[in-house]
């Protein structure tokens, strides 16, 4: 059980900003910083501004900054926005299911309380608590 | 996030035993009645074995059966066993990680409790639970 990527570098985009709220950052000062791809940065950035997290201000000192303060980023939210996806099992995807026994299987209600359990830990903390 | 087809296909063996603790059953028969690949089911079933999940009994008339009651099967200690790993962050596995705020960074402790929370749920229930 993992997280994607995308959902790692989202959150060290959120933290970066989060430390460095005293000014407007680059997406390639923070590639830098962490030593990872600007190009997945780019899109992780992009993703953040449409849900909100991060505005962009643009023009010659331009840069971007958090759209609202950390203690208002709840980090389970944030996972939920970034995550493509909770299908812990094939029959989370009622397209894609091929389980024969879906109809009178109780694992799936299990499964869903576990990872509403997952994400209500995640909201007991926002961005403000993992800022060092 | 998702778990793999692993625990998934693991999952649906011990479903399909304890439904049907009064036989022995054969991965051939548990393969047609999923319609899912016997190749991946014998993997499957030799590690639930090795687990203690699961006895074989060899012979003409063997096959395999529940090493232990449905009730003593909790599903969190299962998906611990079938998942190859639950690092939710590059920095949960130490010799891959290459993020350089690992040091002072509190988001790991936050995941590791999401984490336990989720596994916790899920040894709230047994396989006893999930059978229909």
């Known amino acids: 059980m993992q997280l ?29 910083f962490y030593r990872i791809s600007r190009n997945h940065l780019v899109k992780v950035v992009h993703h953040l501004g449409q849900c909100g997290y991060i505005e962009t201000l643009r023009g010659k000192n331009g840069g971007i900054r958090l759209a609202r303060g950390p203690q208002d980023i709840q980090l389970g939210q944030l996972v939920r926005d970034t995550e493509p996806n909770f299908n812990l099992a094939e029959c989370f995807d009622k397209e894609k299911n091929r389980c024969v026994i879906v109809r009178d299987c109780k694992l799936q209600s299990v499964l869903h309380q576990a990872k509403h359990n997952f994400l209500a830990t995640l909201n007991n903390y926002t961005l403000a608590d993992v800022l060092a």
Chains 1, 2 share one sequence.
């Open 4 to 32: 994607t990527q995308y959902t790692d570098y989202s959150l060290r985009v959120l933290i970066y900003l989060g430390r460095h709220q005293e000014k407007l950052a680059t997406i390639t000062e923070i590639a830098e």
